[in-house]
């Protein structure tokens, strides 16, 4: 299966200054997904990062809020913008690992992100 | 959308029993339903996963079973050990087009006691 690099494993940031986190894949994926996880919680997708096309967003979560790049079928960013407490969250990359198949869908250790 | 419910939010088991995860989706298009372990500080392991047109799978001490009628899926784990705690979740996913996301439950805390 995939194995999945997120950088950076944890943060503390300031508030209203922004955090890009990165996801490395050691394979070609056409799918990638972006979730966050707040404390004690379940994940809820942010968005769908698919390459050469634009993210498409989950309800309740804006571009302007989480731009999201995707340059090419093994890596991508997510960028959490103008920082408020309630940021705080796991983030969390995930991938589909086969091109032709929606399944075995493999997650990253993710991102801690406290904000201050 | 799809929401998936999960049951119960806690469980612990003495070492050596057997713990039982339900989970119920809405959705009768999801036809992929992954089981998810998520030790503190990790990120989710999927564990076993099951497909619509399969009824029971099974990897050593894990097994899932699916029933479509009822639109429920179930996680067993036989012979627990303490390194089975962790949080566990379900998940439901369609076959292509805009229903390849996955929904999650809200998660099982499985605590083994030797």
């Known amino acids: 299966s995939a194995v999945i690099s997120q950088k950076p494993s944890r943060d503390i940031c300031q508030r209203g200054t922004s955090l890009t986190i990165q996801c490395q894949v050691d394979?070609?994926?056409?799918?990638m997904f972006w979730y966050r996880q707040q404390p004690g919680q379940s994940l809820t997708l942010i968005a769908t990062?698919?390459?050469?096309?634009?993210?498409?967003?989950e309800s309740g979560f804006v571009i302007d809020k989480f731009p999201i790049s995707r340059p090419n079928l093994t890596f991508s960013t997510l960028t959490v913008s103008n920082m408020s407490p309630e940021d705080s969250s796991i983030y969390l990359c995930?991938?589909?690992?086969?091109?032709?198949?929606?399944?075995?869908?493999?997650f990253g250790s993710g991102t801690r992100l406290t904000v201050v | 959308g799809e929401n998936v419910e999960q049951h119960p939010s806690t469980l612990s088991v003495q070492e050596g029993d057997s713990a039982v995860i339900k989970c119920t989706y809405s959705?009768?298009?999801?036809?992929?339903f992954p089981w998810y372990k998520q030790e503190l500080g990790k990120g989710p392991q999927l564990i076993i996963d099951?497909?619509?047109?399969?009824g029971e799978k099974k990897d050593q001490r894990i097994a899932v079973t699916l029933n479509k009628t009822a639109k429920h899926f179930s996680l067993h784990i036989t012979e627990t050990q303490p390194e089975d705690s962790a949080v566990y979740f379900c998940?439901?996913?369609?076959?292509?087009?805009?229903?390849?996301?996955?929904?999650f439950g809200k998660g099982t805390l499985l605590t083994v006691n030797p």
């Open positions: 995930s991938v589909a690992p086969y091109l032709e198949a929606n399944y075995g869908y493999t």
């Open positions: 394979s070609q994926v056409t799918m």
């Open positions: 990062a698919n390459q050469g096309s634009e993210a498409t967003y």
């Open positions: 959705d009768s298009a999801s036809n992929y």
């Open positions: 099951i497909r619509s047109n399969v």
């Open positions: 998940a439901a996913s369609g076959s292509g087009g805009s229903n390849y996301k996955l929904t």
